[in-house]
């Protein structure tokens, strides 16, 4: 080419896991990147609804890339609703740049249609990015007459990236044709997890002292979100039970570690208390400098999530050479979770069936053996690359 591919990236807000990659491919010879972001949420300190706290994320997120903050006209700005990303200025701002493809993450929102539907764009290439599928989505009417309206909505789209085997086949519902679907893998920041692994180690230890879990202990974690969609409940019940036959048969010594926050918390603390369930720890909400001596703390990670596109916190986990149980509702599963090398997989909601998961990781995984083998380096150098 005469001149540098120009590439317009349309995304919600800066999100950790694609600030890298949009450096990376902002610093490639023949391509032009400018991210056009619909609202601040990360760079400024702000309350996030499902966490109840105020964060701003302690990591750089806005070098290494151009980028543009375009003007949020909505009441209630954010990624909870239809109107969250509104920004009437956004074809303008798109046009004014004269991109030669659109990048687009998503296309729930208010922006995004207007984005699809404008005229004044009808000649540039536009290339979706998402991580939709449809595990664990019900067999409905409703269901197939949204599959008809995306079919309808995202004609306009040329190419589709799929994060995944489970998203792969929710575009092949749209495209309708595998030559217009790209792999793109979900990822995190491997660099940055592995680079931190043998500080991250010496921090757990320290940590787990200051949360008084013996030195001895399995640890399962959750970490995430406290909130219905992830059914923190699900693995609470399954521990006590775990933990009630370890004790009558003299099984390791386990305990439970939720890190994170959200409304549940209160109900989780309440049902620890009733039960008498024994070695359940709570962490606060921790930021992104910490969560390599999150996952270095953990022997198992779990997440039990009825609803989840992807779950990058096991792309992260793994990096530190932490298996993973997931429900089958968990897109990353099909591909992250190779059973017994880097995790399971076990029926949402079924407590039984995750309670046996959870014994058949401690029989594989004894706490002084504390990786299953091969996790850290099963995809290669870096986990989800």
Not at 24 to 38: D, E, G, Q
Not at 184 to 206: C, K, L, Y
Not at 238 to 256: C, H, I, Q
Request: glycine letters at 8%.
């Amino acid at each position: 080419m005469s001149r540098r591919f120009r590439v317009a990236v349309v995304v919600s807000h800066p999100i950790q896991y694609f600030s890298p990659w949009f450096a990376y491919v902002a610093s490639r010879p023949n391509v032009v990147v400018k991210v056009f972001y619909l609202w601040n949420f990360g760079v400024t300190s702000q309350r996030d609804r499902d966490f109840g706290v105020s964060l701003k994320w302690d990591i750089p997120l806005l070098h290494g890339y151009d980028h543009e903050f375009i003007a949020n006209a909505s009441r209630d700005p954010g990624t909870h609703h239809f109107r969250g990303l509104d920004n009437p200025e956004l074809v303008s701002k798109l046009r004014a740049w004269r991109p030669d493809a659109i990048l687009l993450f998503g296309y729930a929102y208010l922006s995004h249609l207007r984005l699809l539907l404008a005229p004044a764009l009808r000649h540039v290439p536009i290339i979706l990015r998402g991580d939709s599928h449809n595990l664990c989505r019900p067999a409905d009417i409703r269901q197939a007459l949204l599959r008809r309206l995306r079919r309808v909505l995202l004609r306009r789209v040329g190419a589709f990236l799929a994060v995944g085997q489970a998203n792969e086949q929710y575009f092949l519902e749209v495209a309708r044709s595998p030559d217009r679907i790209f792999r793109a893998p979900h990822f995190v920041d491997n660099e940055r997890f592995r680079g931190a692994e043998g500080e991250a180690r010496r921090a757990a230890a320290v940590w787990r002292h200051e949360l008084g879990i013996a030195d001895d202990a399995f640890v399962i974690g959750f970490v995430g979100k406290l909130e219905d969609k992830k059914r923190p409940e699900d693995l609470l019940r399954a521990f006590a039970v775990l933990s009630e036959a370890g004790a009558a048969t003299g099984r390791p010594n386990v305990a439970l570690l939720f890190v994170g926050a959200g409304h549940l918390e209160s109900r989780l603390r309440e049902e620890v208390n009733r039960l008498g369930i024994r070695q359940v720890y709570f962490a606060p909400f921790q930021n992104q400098t910490q969560m390599p001596k999150v996952y270095a703390t953990l022997d198992l990670l779990v997440l039990p999530s009825s609803s989840e596109t992807w779950g990058l916190c096991v792309n992260e986990a793994m990096n530190l050479g932490v298996p993973a149980v997931v429900s089958d509702c968990v897109g990353c599963g099909p591909d992250l979770v190779v059973p017994d090398v880097t995790g399971w997989t076990f029926r949402c909601g079924d407590i039984a069936h995750l309670r046996h998961i959870l014994g058949v990781a401690l029989d594989y995984s004894p706490r002084h053996e504390r990786n299953l083998p091969g996790v850290s380096d099963a995809f290669g150098p870096g986990v989800g690359d």
